[in-house]
């Protein structure tokens, strides 16, 4: 397959597998691992496994496994969205065209999944009102779905506030887990195992990333966004074929040779977002010999494991980037942004969400005040390619960087 003849999301991961990463077995099992994760995740649902659609921050992923499910990310499965789908939201649930096309790609896919897969939801009240009241109408259409309250914690949130908060989550946590197995009780050991395993995860995909500063274009940028999509999207269903896939890259990377032109001219940059669906973005910017190197969703927080594995889990997410305010994302992007001695970021965003887009007007005037400049983008979330306007603009960003 060659660049022109790419037409899909899809497309551009086979091209980067086998056009790009040839020489690499670790990049080409990431990708498909990621591409196999919800087919797979609902050919167990089939086969009896217990397998839940759930949100992935932090606490979900080691809590479900320790229960012995499955947890599938639900943003993932809005992924495989087309327009069609998301028509489905806006016309059957009536979602406003202007709403964010996250939300109605995922309701689009659980409409047209209903009763015939994964039939429960771990949503949570932290993610937005639209999204929300997504989980209100699934649960109208017949989805048992459980919402865990409002996780936030405000700029600056210290002492007594604090804990009275971590008091509140645990409870939540043992209110997930009723929900989850039928009981309250928690198997702390299991628990236990399944936060030293994230711990091991998030020490090896560090090291991953460290590496791949040295060495910036071994792993280009798409790959390198799903290998942090795989540590927070319950490590694609599959944790032990995760972390094989995580050794391989280290091995590959620390046996890889280093091109000293390649350090030379590449153009290190801070991805803040999510990993979208207009893969065509991160062609561009490899094409430009930019390089996403930092990220805002840096796995720097790991679980405590000298104290108990619910608090742990509790103080782990409400000690992360996604606490709540958006100040805490700034401080990792500080920190990013310095660790890989950036020249720019790239701010990138869903259309229709107000939320990210004042973040992201807040994170560019703070670090355009510090000499690093910006771009602001808008795109969308279901299958299609992207914006000429967006391409155009990060390509003349890139440049204008070199
Ligand atoms: S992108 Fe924004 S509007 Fe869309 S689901 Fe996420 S927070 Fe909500």
């Not at 048992?144 to 409870?171: Q, S």
């Not at 030293?196 to 940028?221: A, T």
């Not at 030379?264 to 910017?285: S, T, Y």
């Amino acid at each position: 397959m060659q660049i022109e003849d790419i037409k899909s999301p899809v497309d551009y991961l086979i091209y980067s597998k086998n056009e790009i990463h040839g020489y690499s077995r670790a990049i080409g099992k990431l990708f498909d691992l990621s591409t196999s994760y919800i087919s797979d995740a609902e050919k167990a649902y089939k086969e009896g496994k217990k397998v839940i659609w759930s949100r992935t921050n932090g606490w979900e992923v080691p809590l479900a496994y320790s229960c012995g499910i499955i947890p599938v990310a639900f943003s993932e499965m809005g992924r495989l969205s087309d327009f069609e789908t998301m028509r489905i939201g806006e016309e059957y649930y009536q979602f406003p065209p202007e709403t964010c096309s996250m939300v109605k790609c995922t309701v689009g896919q659980w409409h047209k999944r209903k009763s015939k897969s994964i039939n429960r939801i771990l949503g949570a009240g932290v993610a937005c009102e639209p999204f929300n009241l997504a989980l209100e109408l699934m649960k109208q259409a017949g989805y048992d779905v459980h919402t865990v309250d409002v996780i936030y914690r405000a700029p600056g949130m210290k002492g007594d506030e604090l804990e009275n908060l971590v008091e509140f989550f645990i409870r939540q946590i043992y209110d997930t887990v009723e929900w989850l197995t039928g009981s309250r009780k928690i198997d702390e050991d299991k628990l236990k195992q399944e936060i030293q395993r994230k711990n091991q995860l998030i020490s090896k995909v560090r090291k991953i990333l460290e590496l791949r500063i040295g060495n910036p274009f071994y792993m280009r940028s798409l790959p390198a966004i799903f290998l942090l999509t795989g540590l927070n999207a319950g490590y694609f269903g599959k944790p032990e074929e995760y972390e094989k896939v995580l050794d391989l890259l280290i091995e590959e990377l620390e046996n890889a040779p280093v091109n000293e032109e390649d350090l030379k001219r590449v153009i290190p940059l801070v991805w803040v977002g999510n990993a979208g669906q207009e893969f065509g973005v991160f062609e561009v910017i490899d094409q430009a010999d930019g390089a996403l190197l930092g990220f805002r969703g840096y796995p720097f927080n790991i679980c405590r494991e000298d104290i108990p594995p619910v608090e742990a889990l509790a103080r782990h997410v409400l000690g992360n980037q996604d606490a709540g305010a958006s100040v805490y994302v700034q401080q990792v992007l500080e920190k990013e942004a310095q660790k890989v001695n950036a020249r720019g970021l790239i701010l990138y965003g869903y259309l229709g969400c107000s939320y990210s887009t004042i973040a992201r007007e807040m994170w560019g005037d703070h670090f355009r005040k510090q000499g690093i400049p910006s771009i602001n983008l808008e795109g969308t979330f279901q299958i299609g390619p992207p914006s000429g306007q967006i391409l155009t603009r990060i390509k003349a960003f890139t440049e204008m960087l070199a």
